[in-house]
């Protein structure tokens, strides 16, 4: 039986997380320069929109997926049977994607004006 204390909880949460997305996009924009900000924003939100479906399909199962001391499994588009305790896999794995986003996100401001955009 799932907690819906829990899920609200985990879901505002997740909410929370990926607000800090759009932060890490502002703050990124305010350290470079004008011509680049556009660059920076669209990166920003081709992270989330091209990792959320890699997480899903490849991240997730080898999170979680399998018995391995050290990885997991394979499980495109999380089919298989979790136990996360009182939270459904759903509502689990959407708290993981927006973590997994925002960390890419994170790692990717590293590289803003540090490399050539060739256009």
Known sequence: ????????WVLIAAILVFFMQAGFAL??????????TGNILMKNMMDF????PC???IGFGIMFAGSGPLIGGLDPLIQGSYDFGTLPTWCYAIFQTVFC??????????MAERTNSYR
């Open 49 to 52: 929109c091209i990792g959320t």
């Open 101 to 110: 986003a925002t960390a890419a996100t994170i790692v990717s401001g590293s």
């Open 27 to 36: 703050c990124e924009a305010g350290l470079t320069r004008a011509k680049n």
């Open 55 to 57: 997480y899903w399909l």
């Open 1 to 8: 039986m799932y907690s819906a204390t829990d899920v609200i």
